[in-house]
């Protein structure tokens, strides 16, 4: 069974200062890891995967085999960023094909000004 | 294109009231997902279904639950009675097979069992 654990339910940065949101899994197999955020009144949306190794709004993740973790990582946090966010992980399908997605607790990140 | 689209976005009831959620997933997705949102147990995944057949609902707590996709444009989460454990944020999302596209999320039916 995978499991996935983010260990900050809330976590509260000043605007500028560097955050760092933790998720570690556990899974026998390749996992495909995600985080999903979802703002104020809005819908759960994809906000980056680890095979993308893209940058969005500035954050970054890194998976990590040897420590099973993708933390999510930001170097200056902006108000805007404000929002709960998921970890999530998923099997890995080389050739297609779609499997559930199972998710940590959340963290709750509030940028104070 | 409108997204993952859910119906009702709320929904309050008494108990043993039968409940239906429904959910229209984005054209041409081959795969729809449901969650469900509580605060002890977080987002969990009850049921999904790959062309409209069910492939995995060993999260669907109990008979009381039940999921169907008629057509690729539709399916339904259906709860027989309802009991108050019940309540959450049910969520419905889509995604496409071909190269593992990312999942798309409406935005959830809050349910309310009374």
């Known amino acids: 069974a995978q499991r996935v654990t983010q260990p900050e339910k809330l976590l509260s940065v000043f605007k500028g200062a560097p955050v760092e949101l933790k998720c570690n899994y556990s899974y026998s197999g390749s996992p495909e890891l995600f985080w999903y955020v979802q703002y104020s009144r809005q819908r759960l949306q994809l906000l980056l995967r680890?095979?993308s190794r893209e940058s969005i709004k500035g954050f970054t993740a890194d998976l990590n085999k040897g420590e099973t973790s993708f933390h999510l990582k930001k170097p200056f946090a902006q108000e805007e960023d404000s929002a709960m966010y998921y970890c999530a992980l998923s099997p890995m399908y080389s050739g297609g094909g779609a499997d559930g997605l199972t998710f940590g607790k959340g963290t709750h990140l509030i940028i104070q000004p | 294109d409108a997204g993952v689209i859910q119906s009702p976005r709320h929904e309050v009831t008494e108990m043993g009231q039968e409940v239906t959620l429904r959910c229209k997933p984005i054209s041409g997705h081959d795969y729809l997902f449901w969650y469900r949102q509580t605060m002890m147990r977080g987002l969990e995944l009850l049921i999904y279904?790959?062309?409209?057949?069910?492939?995995?609902d060993s999260g669907m707590p109990e008979d009381r639950f039940s999921a169907k996709m008629p057509n690729a444009s539709f399916s339904t989460l259906k709860i027989q009675p309802s009991e108050p454990r019940d309540s959450a944020v049910y969520f419905c999302?889509?995604?496409?097979?071909?190269?593992?596209?990312?999942?798309?999320f409406g935005d959830g039916t809050r349910l309310s069992i009374l």
């Open positions: 999302a889509s995604s496409f097979s071909k190269g593992a596209q990312p999942q798309h």
């Open positions: 680890h095979i």
């Open positions: 279904f790959n062309n409209n057949v069910p492939i995995d």
